[in-house]
């Protein structure tokens, strides 16, 4: 595996930033640390990809940023924001009528609350699989477990969290 | 107001028979993907992502500038530890540049010294050549008699670069021989630039007259790169054509000096405000073919779906690009000339960050905004009312 160049490691950021950026804000539930954390991802991996190439850079800034997150709160022994501090600004779509959008921002704080309350396990295993819609291959890989575990623990997930939102 | 939409949306979204709460008790595994694919329209700020790009990028070139540093200090320990011991080979590097080209202006060395002048980018005398123009720079302390030399430097790397052009050689020793005279004006460039802004304001006809002379040099090594660029093949071309952007931006940056220096001095005999003028309209207009010219590219390329946040950016800046130039015409026409220039100068800073994010987002996706692909999965799925 070849080292990343500048150009090859800035292109990765494009390809990747928003959905780590996700990943970790959904993690730690705060737009300011999930920008910082993100970004510290990003200056990590150079470290590690310009000395070594890797065969799946996505898996390796996932797991970088797993490990950030759970530094964060090992570190700082914080737990997760409140419920109650969980409030979205307003989807903007300018095809959708003030209705449809307080509907759907509605279903989205409903499902984002309903997620907080899952184990970390079971959050990050949901949000690679049905938001960043990695393979449960990769997330195997990041996991460092069988795929058989991986949907296992996936269906325990999807299962928790329909019971949330009963 | 807020609060009955909010009670119409929560009854929506009770009464709601395939995704809401009632539903939700025979909720279907894909109606449950489905709610949590909403998630999918969190998305990191579009600024935040530029600005971080922008730094991580910054950090990148540091550290490598780093690594050469430190391997160039290597490289000059080994240089002198071999010197101590043995004869060294004569590398014509620049450590042995340096010290022929002080030798030869502080002792008078004649044969090396003629020879060096007449030489050109890829010859062994080249280096010698560089070292003893930097030589004489350092040996020359009037101001006036820096940017006179600086001009005549720029002039013979114009002269260099024509016989580079001209010569019979292959595409890549071509390429490798203006890269060098490239670097070289480009450090000139910069050099005359700062000489200028440091130069004595007390007497404006020289500081003008120099001033002049820097951007009409700047203005001809620009149109003599372009031909240089022709003649060679377009697979060799990327890295040069970075390093020509570079000159070409600090060729501008001659040109705004020099305006400013007009403007500066505009109330002295030796400028005439009818240049001035003359001046910033060219600016304004170019500035404004810029706008058009990159309007269109908004058009051709950021249409996708992929693009479109960053496309709301670019005709955000384009319109106040546009809003500016308007005011620096209305400035010029009301004599207002310094703050014309200030408003080129707000225009030209817009104009770089805005061609900068169109380069950028070449890449094949852009900054975690949500791309087609998502789009087309959200639109397989909507969110059902």
């Known amino acids: ?166 | 107001m807020s609060f009955v939409i909010w009670i119409l949306s929560l009854v929506r979204v009770l009464c709601n028979k395939n995704q809401g709460f009632a539903s939700s008790l025979v909720m279907t595994e894909k109606d449950l993907i489905n709610r949590i694919q909403l998630l999918k329209q969190v998305s990191p700020k579009d600024d935040w992502v530029v600005s971080t790009r922008a730094k991580l990028a910054f950090r990148l070139e540091m550290g490598r500038k780093k690594d050469l540093l430190n391997k160039d200090l290597f490289a000059l320990k080994e240089l002198f530890s071999s010197w101590g011991t043995n004869s060294p080979k004569l590398a014509w590097n620049a450590v042995y540049g340096v010290i022929i080209a002080f030798g030869l202006v502080l002792g008078g060395g004649v044969v090396t010294g003629i020879a060096s002048i007449q030489s050109a980018p890829g010859s062994p005398l080249y280096p010698v050549k560089l070292s003893m123009e930097k030589a004489r720079l350092i040996a020359s302390f009037s101001e006036e008699s820096k940017i006179k030399l600086q001009a005549e430097i720029v002039d013979s790397r114009l002269q260099e670069l024509s016989v580079v052009v001209a010569n019979q050689e292959s595409a890549e020793q071509k390429a490798e021989k203006v890269t060098q005279v490239v670097d070289n004006i480009k450090e000139q460039l910069a050099s005359a630039n700062d000489q200028l802004s440091k130069s004595n304001q007390s007497e404006p006809k020289k500081v003008v007259a120099a001033a002049k002379v820097i951007s009409e040099k700047a203005s001809q090594f620009s149109k003599a790169l372009a031909v240089a660029k022709e003649s060679l093949p377009a697979n060799i071309k990327p890295e040069l054509d970075t390093k020509i952007a570079q000159v070409t931006e600090t060729g501008k940056q001659a040109d705004m000096k020099y305006l400013e220096t007009m403007i500066a001095n505009q109330n002295s005999a030796e400028v005439k405000k009818e240049d001035i003028v003359v001046k910033l309209n060219e600016e304004i207009q170019g500035l404004e073919e810029q706008v058009i010219a990159r309007e269109k590219k908004i058009a051709d390329q950021f249409s996708l779906a992929d693009r479109l946040p960053i496309r709301a950016v670019l005709i955000n800046q384009t319109e106040q690009s546009r809003d500016l130039l308007e005011k620096a015409n209305q400035a010029v026409a009301a004599g207002d000339l310094a703050g014309a220039l200030e408003l080129i100068k707000a225009v030209k800073t817009i104009e770089s960050g805005a061609d900068k994010m169109v380069e950028n987002a070449d890449a094949p996706e852009v900054k975690g905004v949500a791309t087609s692909s998502d789009m087309e999965k959200l639109e397989e799925n909507p969110v059902k009312q």
């Open chain 1, 1 to 166: 595996m070849d080292k990343f160049t500048e150009q090859q490691f800035l292109e990765c950021y494009d390809q990747h930033v928003g959905k780590i950026y996700r990943y970790i804000y959904f993690r730690v539930n705060a737009e300011e640390l999930a920008q910082d954390l993100t970004s510290e991802v990003f200056l990590k991996s150079w470290q590690s990809l310009s000395l070594k190439g890797v065969s799946n850079p996505r898996a390796f800034f996932y797991q970088v940023a797993r490990n950030l997150v759970t530094d964060f709160y090992r570190k700082k022994d914080k737990t997760p924001i409140s419920l109650e501090e969980i409030t979205d600004k307003p989807i903007s779509d300018k095809t959708a009528s003030p209705l449809d959008l307080a509907a759907v921002s509605l279903d989205m704080n409903l499902v984002k609350q309903a997620l907080r309350q899952l184990s970390p396990d079971y959050q990050e295993i949901i949000i690679w699989r049905y938001l960043d819609e990695l393979e449960t291959k990769e997330i195997a890989e990041i996991l460092n477990k069988s795929e058989g575990a991986v949907r296992t623990l996936l269906s325990r997930a999807l299962g928790e969290l329909r019971g949330k939102l009963t």
